[in-house]
Nanobody
């Protein structure tokens, strides 16, 4: 059975750092990319970046460029989202997802193309 399980969310003050994890099962990261999304309250879900099997990262959201990065550790079937210099605008529920491609697309695809985790809340107070 395919699953993606995020963890590592929490409350962090502005300027702080946080690392989210996404443990996958039922498939291998050798052949599937992981895309990270976030959704702030009352807003659309936003694709922020994608990481592929050689840890090449495609950034989708300019707002996180230079502050967020992603990686995969295939040995433990886990993808990571490393976030630094956090700000209140980064508050939201963060999701990992796979669209079953082995390469990151140039832009996020429609939600229906992805299999999703349940999300983890990140809160950065103003």
């Amino acid at each position: 059975q395919v699953s993606l399980v995020e963890s590592g969310g929490g409350l962090v003050h502005s300027g702080g750092s946080l690392r989210l994890s996404c443990v996958v099962s039922g498939f291998t990261l050798d052949y599937s990319t992981i895309t990270w999304f976030r959704q702030a309250a009352g807003k659309e879900r936003e694709g922020i970046l994608c990481v592929d099997r050689i840890n090449s990262v495609t950034v989708y959201a300019d707002s996180v460029r230079g502050r967020f990065t992603a990686s995969e550790d295939k040995g433990v079937s886990t993808a990571y989202l490393q976030m630094s210099d956090l700000e209140s605008a980064d508050t939201g529920v963060y999701y990992c997802a796979t669209n079953w491609n082995n390469r990151c697309t140039d832009a996020p695809q429609e939600r229906g193309f992805y299999t999703w985790g349940q999300g983890t809340q990140v809160t950065v107070p103003p």
